[in-house]
């Protein structure tokens, strides 16, 4: 039996939680969009159910490799191995915000890139497209390299230490392309602050690995990939809110 004072007590503690317990009923659902959102221009790039949408960097239909699991889109490879099957938004994008969350298994590497083009010159997404890392810096070989950790846009930034959380937990990835300015969030941390198209980017490029790959970070505008890197990798709430034409300072 329960007696009065201890279920008076009860009813104390459960009036101590109202902050709590609104958060948690207005949280909006996976993959889909809250009126705010959509009366900002927010859409999404995926539904939770299928990749229409998405096709292959190649051309044609989504790649066999990604698959639809449980409201996300999930890499089903694990041989470690970059096959070129990188799933890319069927529109290209030039300035743009897009949010996005990302899960890695141990040991994992993936990345978002943007502003891609596919060119008879070049075989693969990063030999133009921008990258947002996707790692886990506590097992993978690439988290001893500063600007390869999760949220770098790679090999140009360093992010602040922490700003990951650990293998199989969703990370929130957020990308502000602005014309002329390039800024990435990871969990709310920014993790990159660059301008875009000036001789600071040409500066930047030129001292990384990109230095030989004369099509990288030259565009405009773009597709947005989702990377096959041979590591089980899985994307959800993809939402984008385009922005304008042109990503490219002095262009419009």
Known sequence: MVSFWSGRAVLIALSLLPAAMPLAAQAPAPNTLTAAERRAGWTLLFDGRDLSGWR????????????????????????????????????????????????VAAGGNSGVLYLA??????????????????????????????SHRAGALYDMTVPPPGAAKPAGSWNHARLLVERGRIRQWLNDVL???????????????????????????????????????GEPVAYRNIKIRPIGPSAMAGKR
Do not use: C
């Open 117 to 146: 083009r596919n060119l008879p010159q070049t075989r693969q997404v990063y030999e133009t497209g921008l990258e947002m890392q996707v790692l886990d810096d506590a097992r993978h070989p690439d988290g001893k390299i500063p």
């Open 191 to 229: 993790t990159a602050d660059v301008s875009y198209g000036d001789a600071g980017w040409r500066k930047r490029v030129a001292g990384s690995k990109f230095a030989k790959m004369p099509y990288f970070g030259t565009f405009d505008s773009g597709v947005i990939a989702l990377q096959d890197h």
């Open 56 to 103: 292959s960097f190649a051309g044609g239909p989504a790649p066999a490799t990604w698959e639809v699991r449980d409201g996300a889109i999930v890499l089903v490879k694990d041989d470690g191995r970059m096959g070129g099957t990188d799933l890319v938004s069927a529109k290209p994008y030039g300035a743009f915000e897009l949010t996005l969350d990302w899960k």
